[in-house]
């Protein structure tokens, strides 16, 4: 599946079979995170992929964004201390989010590309999933983005008129 195909058929997906995720589905979501770009290439991003249903149910316990029973998932955490270090005051205040977007984005997609439902939520308790966790000092959780196999038909897509999202070289101005 091509990229454009993977954004179409992409829908938030908050309920999930009891199937869990084969190796090859792990290996490329491992392959769109080390793949993702990041500003100054400062690599300050750290992603933890949990599998194991106990850590997923105590994950969920503090997470309530997180619906249904996901195969995984997984935690976008950031270091501040790191992208300061390692990309400056921009990357430390403005571009580790923008990364960690960037990466969520290729997560999202890549799983759709697979035919995995993924939903990202940022609605948990940062400080209870950084204990479960085990994140040392710095290391925050900033996103959670859950995986499985959808038990359900996705509801159809709506969106904007394309008029009303993108203008063409002055805002407002419709396509030549």
Do not use: W
């Not at 960037?102 to 697979?114: D, F, K, N, P």
């Not at 939903?119 to 000092?137: D, M, N, T, V, Y």
């Not at 509801?155 to 008129?161: A, D, E, F």
Request: overall charge neutral; charged content about 25%; proline content about 7%.
């Amino acid at each position: 599946m091509n990229v454009l195909d993977a954004i179409k058929i992409r829908r938030s997906i908050r309920s999930f079979e009891r199937r869990s995720l084969p190796p090859e589905v792990i290996q490329s979501i491992e392959d769109a995170i080390l793949h993702s770009p990041s500003g100054s290439n400062a690599q300050e991003s750290h992603f933890v992929i949990v599998q194991d249903p106990d850590q997923i149910r105590r994950i969920k316990r503090f997470a309530q964004g997180l619906s249904g029973d996901p195969a995984a998932v997984v935690v976008l955490c950031t270091n501040k201390e790191e992208a300061l270090a390692r990309g400056g005051l921009d990357t430390a205040e403005v571009l580790r989010f923008v990364n960690l977007g960037i990466a969520a984005a290729y997560i999202l997609l890549t799983a759709s590309s697979l035919e995995v439902g993924s939903c990202p939520a940022r609605s948990f308790h940062q400080k209870a999933i950084k204990e479960i966790l085990g994140l040392p000092e710095g290391i925050e959780p900033e996103l959670l983005i859950s995986l499985g196999y959808s038990n359900q038909p996705p509801r159809p897509k709506s969106s904007k008129p394309v008029r009303e999202v993108i203008s063409y070289d002055q805002y407002g101005k419709e396509k030549p």
